[in-house]
């Protein structure tokens, strides 16, 4: 069954710290890995994707990383500022061309406290 | 260049009641995807449409129902509304290719009482 399993369910840290977010997924066959950042009250917004070949890919204060032996992805935020606290969604598409599924993970729900 | 937009923001229906949701893709996108996104959860797929047919979709029972128009606009139905079908209604667009990233509207908050 595809499945993709995030942790942790939620945090809180305190601006300026690190943190890194977790993403186990068991989909097959792969063909790539985005994270997206939802606002509350707004719709989630692509970060980043991973394809098969890609171990390490930044945008910013985020880097993504991807492990496609272990089936293991973590988003890492550096220097976190306020406007970090959001949910966070892994979303893995299954599939070899045409319209492939997409299986979303339940999201981490980050906090960022001044 | 406008996003994807939805309306309307917020509704609210009494259970057994019907409800339709709309939803204009981002200039340039064929293909528009409905996600329900219950309170601390992460979106569940509902249906995809593309060339104004039904392309693939979730588990979602025969109450949910959907539409694509030429200008690939969309509608999403609910018949005999649940209570359980208060949700967040995202609907996402997307341009061709493997690796194009969905474009979610803000969604449309159902509260049914």
């Known amino acids: 069954k595809n499945q993709v399993e995030q942790s942790p369910q939620s945090l809180i840290i305190l601006e300026g710290k690190n943190c890194t977010l977790q993403c186990n997924y068991t989909v097959s066959p792969f063909s790539n890995l985005r994270w997206y950042k939802q606002d509350t009250g707004r719709g989630p917004v692509s970060l980043t994707i991973m394809t098969f070949s890609e171990n390490t890919k930044s945008n910013g204060r985020y880097t993504a990383t991807l492990d496609a032996d272990t089936k293991q992805s973590s988003l890492h935020i550096t220097a976190s500022q306020l406007s970090d606290s959001a949910s966070y969604i892994c979303v893995v598409s299954a599939g070899r061309g045409g319209y492939n599924k997409l299986i979303f993970g339940a999201g981490t729900r980050l906090a960022v406290h001044p | 260049d406008a996003g994807v937009t939805q309306s309307p923001t917020h509704l609210i229906k009494t259970r057994g009641q019907q409800v339709t949701l709309r939803c204009s893709p981002k200039s340039g996108h064929d293909t528009v995807s409905w996600y329900q996104q219950a309170l601390g959860q992460g979106p569940q797929f509902i249906f995809q449409?593309?060339?104004?047919?039904?392309?693939q979709r979730g588990n979602f029972p025969d109450r949910f129902s959907g539409h694509q128009y030429p200008n690939y606009s969309s509608e999403l139905n609910v018949n005999a509304l649940l209570l359980g079908d208060s949700a967040l209604y995202l609907c996402a667009s997307r341009a061709r290719g493997l690796n194009s990233p969905l474009h979610f509207g803000n969604g449309t908050r159902l509260t049914v009482t």
């Open positions: 449409y593309y060339e104004e047919e039904e392309r």
